[in-house]
């Protein structure tokens, strides 16, 4: 059985956490943190999350849900169709690129009360924005980002935009999705979803746990 390392405030942890049990596969956890060393030999740059599999440890979300996918077959999330594939991939590049990393330069400032920096907000408000509209624009929305099925890009753009959803409340005060109705349709959608819910209600009981590590940590 799998086992996925990691903790349940992390974007990536839910999304991997999601994409297994839309899968329907039986897998156990363990709450880590990075720091620890002997965590190290599961995920070498000590990122989370990583699963244990009957092959040895794999770290990185991509790499996870490649082995996943394949390895679990009888439950695809990804399109058979190359280009439709493709696509979804298009997707999800410009929600990890565009979004999610573009606004993790504002966690420190959210998480840890980093100063300010007028510069970032100059340079990555545009950025948001344009990702943004550009997923309203290319995603099929028939309800789901590919068509009429939950896939892998639902998940991927669904757990980078909660960062970019988190820093346009409350570092720019926009509302990212105001603009774009499609995709406000679909987050609701995807918000409602049960293991969303329950993704979701995990993340937030251990946010608080998540902040205390971080605080242990500046304090060294």
């Known amino acids: 059985m799998l086992t996925l390392y990691g903790f349940p405030a992390s974007n990536y ?9 839309l899968k329907g596969i039986d897998f156990n956890e363990e709450r880590t943190y990075p720091g ?19 092959h ?33 991939f298009e997707l999800m590049r410009i929600a990890e690129l565009y979004v999610e990393l573009s ?4 966690l420190p400032e ?14 990555m408000l545009p950025i948001l924005i344009k990702a943004f509209a550009c997923l309203e624009s290319m995603a099929a929305f028939g309800p789901y980002l590919m068509g009429e099925k939950c ?40 918000s409602n979803e049960p293991i ?8 937030e009981e251990s946010f608080p746990e998540f902040i205390g590590i971080l605080q242990k940590a500046a304090a060294k």
Not at 60 to 66: D, N, P, R, Y
């Open 13 to 21: 942890y839910g999304l991997i956490k999601h994409a297994l049990l």
């Open 36 to 54: 620890h060393p002997s965590y190290l030999e599961k995920s070498p740059m000590g990122k989370v999350p990583c699963i244990g599999t009957e």
């Open 56 to 88: 040895g440890f794999l770290s990185e979300t991509a790499a996870i849900l490649e082995y996943i996918e394949h390895h679990y077959p009888d439950k695809p999330i990804l399109p058979s169709d190359a280009f439709q594939r493709a696509k979804g």
């Open 103 to 106: 606004a993790r330069r504002f």
């Open 110 to 123: 959210l998480l840890m009360g980093a100063p300010k920096s007028e510069s970032n907000r100059a340079v």
């Open 151 to 190: 896939t892998q890009t639902d998940l991927v753009v669904r757990y980078s935009l909660k960062t970019g959803v988190m820093v346009g409340n409350k570092i720019f005060e926009v509302d990212f999705m105001d603009k774009t109705p499609k995709l406000q349709a679909w987050w609701n959608i995807m």
């Open 196 to 203: 969303s819910k329950i993704v979701d209600t995990q993340a």
